[in-house]
């Protein structure tokens, strides 16, 4: 199972993608969390992943649970 976690950078300018396995990445703008957390449920798609949002105060938000979509035959 793979990990994410979307924080909010400390320059205020987006947010960072933080993975226990690659990839990973800086986002910005106003959609910058949603960008974030498709992006990492792509990278995602044939393992089970968890997706954490932080706020400033590192308080999880938001928790999303994706079940991988590629099974073997």
């Excluded at 957390?37 to 044939?46: D, I, L, P, Q, T």
């Excluded at 938000?61 to 979509?69: L, M, N, P, T, V």
């Amino acid at each position: 199972m793979h990990v994410y976690e979307v924080r909010p950078r400390k320059d205020k300018r987006g947010v960072d993608l933080i993975s226990d396995a690659p990839p990973f990445g800086r986002y910005g703008g106003p959609e910058a969390v949603a960008n974030a957390v498709g992006y990492a449920k792509f990278c995602s798609r044939s393992h089970d992943a968890v997706i954490r949002v932080h706020d400033e105060a590192g308080d999880v938000i938001e928790a999303h649970r994706h079940a991988g979509d590629f099974k073997e035959p």
